[in-house]
């Protein structure tokens, strides 16, 4: 009798569901504009990912952060793959409104960030990074990530 069930069909499930969340993601890039505003102000969210264009890529970040924490290296490496290869596409490679086109300085700034991140949790796959360091890489991502909000 053939089962279903098993670490490679969990693995592949999961995987699954991390590649369609991450295409979501991309596609929630092109579909979500709002305006700058002079005010601070809270960003609306849906079902947690903030709906602005640098949401998805926060969003993506707290997973694979939250997972680290956990101590679910393996996941937290893939996720930070899966937050690189979506930046990439979308702010790199994007078209006219992609951030590496709009503010390049700005793109730089925030791609070495999340680079100090991604790289960190890549590294980590297998064991356990310092979390303070960790904690740190992701906290400077953020915070270069809002200034592309």
Known sequence: MLSLSGPCVSRSL?????????????????LISSP?????RKTPQTAGVDNSKMGPYRALAQLAFTASQKG???????????????WDKGEDYGGDTA??????????AVDKAMDLFVNMLLDHQATAPDPAKVKAVYTGYLEKLKLAD
Do not use: G
């Not at 700058?36 to 601070?40: F, H, N, P, T």
């Not at 951030?99 to 730089?108: E, I, P, Q, R, V």
């Open 14 to 30: 999961a995987l699954r569901h991390l590649v369609s969340f991450a295409i979501l993601a991309f596609a929630a890039l092109f």
């Open 36 to 40: 700058a505003s002079a005010q601070e």
């Open 72 to 86: 679910d290296n393996a996941t937290a490496a893939m996720l930070a793959k899966v937050l690189e290869r979506t």
């Open 99 to 108: 951030l590496s086109k709009t503010n390049h300085a700005l793109f730089d």
